[in-house]
């Protein structure tokens, strides 16, 4: 299995005042699905990158472009 650095960088905005650890955390549940789909996309969207890399020396893709979009369906919604 090959290793893939991917780094991402999360800005989450947080209350400068009357912050707790408790509040954090339930602002992080409520955005949770949000936060893992922006995961998810990110990344698919680097795995899409390294895959049209390896296929583009082979020379059997299709300009890295599939005639269908695809859709992926978890549980914090669908990733397009």
Do not use: W
Not at 23 to 38: A, F, K, P, S, V
Not at 47 to 76: I, M, P
């Amino acid at each position: 299995m090959d290793d893939l650095e991917i780094k991402i960088a999360i800005t989450y905005k947080v209350p400068q005042s009357n912050l707790t650890l408790n509040g954090l955390l339930r602002g992080l549940e409520r955005d949770r699905d949000e936060i893992m789909r922006n995961l998810l996309v990110t990344l698919f969207q680097a795995l899409e990158e390294k895959a049209k890399e390896e296929y583009s020396r082979s020379g059997c893709v299709r300009d890295g472009h599939q005639s269908n979009r695809r859709v992926f369906r978890t549980s914090f919604g669908e990733i397009r």
